[in-house]
């Protein structure tokens, strides 16, 4: 079982700054891939950012050069630091890991509850 639960969402003024955690727990398998989406009302749900290996990375277009995806695999989490926040950022925003599962093997997608995200214009 999989197991992912985020943090760190709230409230903020636009240009401001918030930090996303995720941690994900369980047992019998090994992470290919972290990634935070976001679900906007009426939209959507959009990949944000992504992390492959340790420092593998890949943002979208609007959050490129504002936002950065770091992962400490010693505790199966990662993080997104959001900065220079608009108005336009405002969403639910989801971790998602994709693992391998051992012994049995194959690959699995999984997600957490989603955490909040308002900037404030």
């Known amino acids: 079982q999989v197991q992912l639960e985020e943090s760190g969402g709230g409230l903020v003024q636009a240009g401001g700054s918030l930090r996303l955690s995720c941690v994900v727990s369980?047992?019998?398998?090994?992470?290919?891939?972290m990634s935070w989406y976001r679900q906007a009302p009426g939209m959507q749900r959009e990949r944000v950012a992504v992390?492959?290996?340790?420092?593998?990375?890949n943002y979208a277009r609007p959050v490129k050069d504002r936002f950065t995806i770091s992962r400490d695999s010693a505790k199966n989490t990662v993080h997104l630091q959001m900065n220079r926040l608009k108005a336009e950022d405002t969403a639910v925003y989801y971790c998602?890991?994709?693992?391998?599962?051992?012994?049995?093997?194959?690959?699995?997608?999984?997600w957490g509850q989603g955490i909040l995200v308002t900037v404030s214009s």
């Open positions: 998602n890991t994709n693992v391998r599962h051992w012994p049995v093997g194959g690959d699995g997608d999984y």
């Open positions: 369980g047992s019998g398998f090994s992470i290919n891939t």
């Open positions: 992390i492959a290996g340790e420092n593998i990375t």
